[in-house]
């Protein structure tokens, strides 16, 4: 990622084209470190995103439309008093750093012009976005407070006098010198260019970007000056590039020839960073959302399977109840040869040839309550182990269930996390928590694709998608498709007749969207909706069935690229 000083102070120009003169029209808190402008310029609406996450920071226009909570939070509400029908007078970044200035001006109480600032520091996980008095340089709020034991340099809290981050005396802002201060700079600093230390003598040069300014001065023999011009000219006119390579994106606003990978390139920064960020985003908002819940699902996984382990343990135990009856019978047939008192008998086991069989006796009771004792424990033993078998099937259907729950949160979108959340609170394994019901997302849609003959193909996101794909939507007459024996969406496809082609992508993607993706030679079981039943009180997305076939096939996500989704 290279959001550094030169990024800013391109995407600090495009912000500057599209909303100078604008007016505030409505403030968002979709998420706990993202705040959404839509404001009203050059008679269109805008919306105007800033994001201070400490890995995916930034700030562009966005068409993203998240849901927001109901309860608005304490610093939502602070922006939405300020800034509410406020005007932006300017956008600029300070100096040349992560840093950039909004300038707005509204209207107090008694209706005077008042100035206001919205500064907002794009620096990882120090990122932060504040609202300052301009008139008295006080902190109004923010949205990351730092008390001064985690700041000794300066205290960002409400009511503070606002301090900017330190500077690097050793980096010079390259924007602030003249032309001929420019030419006497790249002079002396050329030996730094050449080694490819740009970036500790360049103010906002990232390391990667001043790679650049090396390939330039060795591949293409240009003089220091001759690159630093250059390269300025291309942050004036932007060319918004992604590069893909090694399995990792990274994002420019240029493109940087000495990089190699796949090279996307896209009209407007913002579209670039919307692009860039919203896969990486989407995962981190969903972690978001469900919090804790991963974890405890793993621990109630963990729990059935300790309680799986004991189950076994009392198997053992309970396997002696045969033994106990050949002893009640053993002791009742031969009575007459024991005496009270004696600790052990060896009798005829007549099952086996009267092979002779020890059997251990309580002192203090007779032959015939030996005999009473062994057959009441037969009959504890036995009926413990039709308990125990019941108590195996309940643990193991619990762990499938929760080990598909997991899986489903994995491979979530923002659409259909609290739909999860719901099923969950429905079955009793989590709380309803005062607040979670805090967005109000509509019900998400299953995935749809299209195989490479035109056949639709429907995959379900949770389990009350499969319950509906499988159970109310699809045709009798369509397949359907699951991992055999493994945690998984169901796959539909809506064809009576489809071809062996299609079916095999249907597999791929069952395959794909089940717990084992990373695996080769996956099985997956194919057979008609109609073949498809539901056990009264099964748990959703359970179904059974028969008369299926099973492929096996090899998840290749590089293959679905064929397989577009519409």
């Known amino acids: 990622m290279s959001f550094d000083g030169y990024f800013a102070h391109a995407i600090t120009q495009e912000l500057n084209d599209h909303l100078r003169e604008g007016r505030v029209n409505r403030i968002y808190q979709p998420f706990e470190q993202e705040i959404h402008f839509q404001i009203r310029a050059n008679r269109q609406n805008h919306r105007l995103k800033i994001s201070t996450h400490p890995v995916y920071y930034h700030i562009n226009l966005t068409e993203e439309r998240p849901t927001n909570p109901t309860e ?11 800034l509410l029908n406020a005007r932006i007078q300017d956008i600029r970044q300070y100096q040349n750093d992560r840093i950039i200035d909004l300038h707005f001006t509204t209207r107090n109480e008694i209706g005077d012009v008042h100035p206001y600032r919205l500064t907002v520091e794009l620096m990882g996980r120090h990122s932060n976005l504040l609202l300052v008095d301009e008139q008295t340089e006080e902190i109004v709020d923010l949205i990351k407070p730092v008390p001064p034991y985690q700041n000794s340099y300066r205290t960002l809290l409400p009511g503070a006098e606002y301090i900017r981050p330190p500077h690097n005396e050793q980096q010079t802002n390259l924007w602030e010198l003249s032309d001929l201060e420019l030419m006497r700079w790249a002079e002396e600093h050329a030996d730094s260019l050449r080694e490819g230390k740009a970036h500790q003598v360049v103010q906002g040069l990232s390391r990667q970007t001043g790679q650049l300014l090396k390939h330039w001065m060795i591949e293409k023999s240009l003089s220091a000056y001759e690159c630093l011009v250059r390269f300025h000219q291309h942050i004036q006119h932007p060319l918004p590039t992604i590069i893909t390579g090694d399995q990792r994106m990274y994002f420019y606003a240029m493109d940087l020839e ?45 729990r059935h399977r300790n309680r799986l382990k004991n189950l076994a343990k009392d198997r053992l135990i309970a396997q002696d109840a045969e033994l106990y009856k050949l002893y009640g019978e053993l002791l009742s047939a031969y009575s007459y040869q024991i005496t009270k008192g004696d600790t052990s008998v060896e009798l005829p086991n007549y099952y086996e040839d009267h092979a002779l069989i020890e059997i251990p006796l309580k002192p203090e009771k007779s032959p015939i309550e030996n005999s009473q004792y062994y057959f009441h424990q037969y009959r504890r033993f036995r009926d413990s182990l039709s308990h125990i078998d019941q108590q195996e099937a309940n643990a193991q259907s619990e762990i499938d269930y929760l080990e598909t729950i997991l899986l489903l949160l994995e491979q979530s979108d923002l659409g259909n996390v609290e739909e999860i959340q719901e099923e969950l609170i429905k079955g009793g394994y989590i709380r309803r928590q005062r607040r979670h019901n805090r967005h109000t997302n509509k019900k998400s849609s299953p995935r749809v694709f299209e195989s490479r003959d035109g056949t639709r193909i429907l995959v379900g996101r949770n389990n009350r998608q499969n319950d509906q794909l499988s159970l109310r939507q699809a045709s009798k007459d369509h397949y359907w498709l699951h991992a055999r024996n493994i945690p998984g969406s169901h796959v539909i496809v809506q064809s009576n007749h489809p071809s062996e082609e ?42 059974i069935y028969e008369g299926q076939r099973t492929i096996y096939v090899t998840p290749d996500p590089r293959g679905f690229q064929e397989v577009k989704q519409v």
Do not use: C, W
Request: glycine share 4%.
């Open 258 to 302: 000495q990089v190699t990978g796949t090279r996307n390139t896209f009209p407007h920064l913002s579209q670039l960073l919307d692009t860039f960020f919203e896969e990486s985003l989407q995962h981190d908002r969903v972690q978001q959302m469900t919090g804790n819940l991963s974890r405890h699902l793993t621990q109630l996984i963990k």
């Open 502 to 543: 299609t079916l095999v992508e249907a597999a791929e993607l069952a395959a794909y969207f089940s717990r084992y993706r990373d695996s080769s030679n996956v099985p997956v079981d194919i057979v008609q909706v109609q073949h498809l039943r539901k056990p009264k009180g099964a748990k959703p997305g359970f179904v």
């Open 72 to 82: 608005p939070p304490m610093f939502l509400m602070v922006l939405r008093k300020y």
